[in-house]
């Protein structure tokens, strides 16, 4: 069977640096690392929650200094992504990590947008771009750096807001996202991957989101399930990312049929594919293999994410097509 068709919505590019791309990014700009070889790299990607991969994830993104870095980390990851059978993807990025480090906006977003400006006729697979604030600077920051891409006329769809979650509510972000809405942009956020269910509640009411990255902690509010569930908002479920940052025991344990059963609007997603052991079709194969998802539930997850994508009604019907298609040579292949 090929991969199923599907967008890749919550996908962070930063987090798709591989170990080989690590040490040639160094090695181009005369970098010296603190670990020998993409193996010693490696073996530091065993995480205890959410701050321990952030730790090792800000350190390692200090390879990225030019324009060019950035296109290859992207043009990379939609490569991959295409083996994957993604479609289209809502990629974020962390600008005011490299800001931080002296590396000028139009450099990072320049260099992220110059690879998707070629993927859709090069790689088959169409984008969008979506800033992410981080949670755990002020909310002050992050406003100027929106005030900064509105007036660059950044090629960008929306805003989220990732980081370090605990102690940091949404709604220390609320200003920023009136801006983002009222200058047309979408607007996602992480909420209930480590926060607590009210973190979830705040991203709705306060931030107003389109579409919520994680939110596995809903299920510890009924309410807030019923809410989601009535209002048909995405969650982007990763669950490779969920347990390598111990936020579930096992895959096994993982929430996602609950989820499914309860009629959360769910979709799987990579998050940051380098760290966590593996793109989107790694991600499929991990809880098709834990709990025996069939043919529709899996194509179910593929529509899922074609309908909470930001895609104009063409692209979606045109992708929703492919993933009938899929579910339909799927039950042909296991009669034949
Ligand atoms: N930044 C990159 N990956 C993240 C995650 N899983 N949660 C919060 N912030 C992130
Ligand atoms: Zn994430």
């Given at each position: 069977?090929?991969?199923?068709?599907?967008?890749?919505?919550?996908?962070?590019?930063?987090?798709t640096l591989e170990p080989d791309l690590v040490l040639a990014l160094a090695d181009r700009n005369g970098i010296t690392l603190p670990f020998a070889d993409?193996?010693?790299?490696?073996?530091?990607?065993?995480?205890?929650?959410?701050?321990?991969?952030?730790?090792?994830?800000?350190?390692?993104?200090?390879?990225?200094?030019?324009?060019?870095?950035?296109?290859?980390?992207?043009?990379?990851?939609?490569?991959?992504?295409?083996?994957?059978?993604?479609?289209?993807?809502?990629?974020?990025?962390?600008?005011?990590?490299?800001?931080?480090?002296g590396i000028p906006l139009e450099t990072c977003v320049g260099g992220v947008a110059t690879a998707l400006a070629t993927s859709d006729a090069e790689i088959g697979i169409s984008t969008s771009l979506i800033i992410a604030?981080?949670?755990?600077?002020?909310?002050?920051e992050a406003m100027a750096v929106l005030h900064d891409l509105l007036a660059m006329d950044a090629p960008i769809v929306?805003?989220?807001?990732?980081?370090?979650?605990?102690?940091?509510p949404p709604s220390l972000f609320a200003e920023v996202y009136d801006v983002a809405r009222?200058?047309?942009?979408?607007?996602?956020?992480?909420?209930?991957?480590?926060?607590?269910?009210?973190?979830?509640?705040e991203a709705l009411d306060v931030l107003r989101v389109d579409r919520l990255d994680h939110g596995i902690r809903c299920l510890e509010d009924e309410a807030l399930v019923e809410r989601l569930v009535a209002d048909r908002v995405p969650l982007t479920v990763c669950p490779?990312?969920?347990?390598?940052?111990?936020?579930?025991?096992?895959?096994?344990?993982?929430?996602?049929?609950?989820?499914?059963?309860?009629?959360?609007?769910?979709?799987?997603?990579?998050?940051?594919?380098?760290?966590?052991?593996?793109y989107i079709d790694d991600?499929?194969?991990?809880?098709v293999g834990a709990f025996g998802l069939g043919i529709d539930e899996q194509a179910m997850l593929g529509a899922n994410?074609?309908?909470?994508?930001?895609?104009?009604?063409?692209?979606?019907?045109?992708?929703?097509?492919?993933?009938?298609?899929?579910?339909?040579?799927?039950h042909a292949a296991r009669v034949g």
């Amino acid at each position: 069977m090929p991969p199923l068709p599907c967008a890749e919505l919550h996908l962070h590019i930063e987090g798709t640096l591989e170990p080989d791309l690590v040490l040639a990014l160094a090695d181009r700009n005369g970098i010296t690392l603190p670990f020998a070889d993409a193996e010693d790299l490696a073996a530091r990607y065993a995480f205890t929650d959410l701050q321990s991969f952030l730790d090792v994830y800000y350190a390692t993104m200090d390879v990225l200094r030019t324009e060019q870095d950035f296109t290859d980390m992207t043009l990379a990851y939609l490569r991959r992504a295409a083996t994957a059978g993604v479609r289209h993807a809502e990629i974020m990025m962390d600008p005011q990590a490299h800001l931080a480090r002296g590396i000028p906006l139009e450099t990072c977003v320049g260099g992220v947008a110059t690879a998707l400006a070629t993927s859709d006729a090069e790689i088959g697979i169409s984008t969008s771009l979506i800033i992410a604030f981080l949670r755990d600077r002020p909310a002050s920051e992050a406003m100027a750096v929106l005030h900064d891409l509105l007036a660059m006329d950044a090629p960008i769809v929306g805003i989220g807001l990732d980081s370090a979650e605990a102690g940091y509510p949404p709604s220390l972000f609320a200003e920023v996202y009136d801006v983002a809405r009222a200058a047309g942009l979408r607007c996602v956020a992480h909420a209930g991957e480590e926060g607590p269910p009210a973190y979830v509640w705040e991203a709705l009411d306060v931030l107003r989101v389109d579409r919520l990255d994680h939110g596995i902690r809903c299920l510890e509010d009924e309410a807030l399930v019923e809410r989601l569930v009535a209002d048909r908002v995405p969650l982007t479920v990763c669950p490779l990312s969920n347990v390598r940052l111990r936020a579930v025991p096992a895959i096994e344990d993982h929430p996602l049929p609950e989820m499914l059963a309860r009629g959360l609007n769910v979709s799987v997603n990579s998050d940051d594919p380098a760290y966590f052991g593996g793109y989107i079709d790694d991600n499929l194969a991990a809880v098709v293999g834990a709990f025996g998802l069939g043919i529709d539930e899996q194509a179910m997850l593929g529509a899922n994410s074609i309908r909470s994508a930001f895609l104009g009604d063409h692209r979606r019907a045109e992708l929703l097509a492919e993933v009938e298609a899929w579910r339909i040579a799927g039950h042909a292949a296991r009669v034949g």
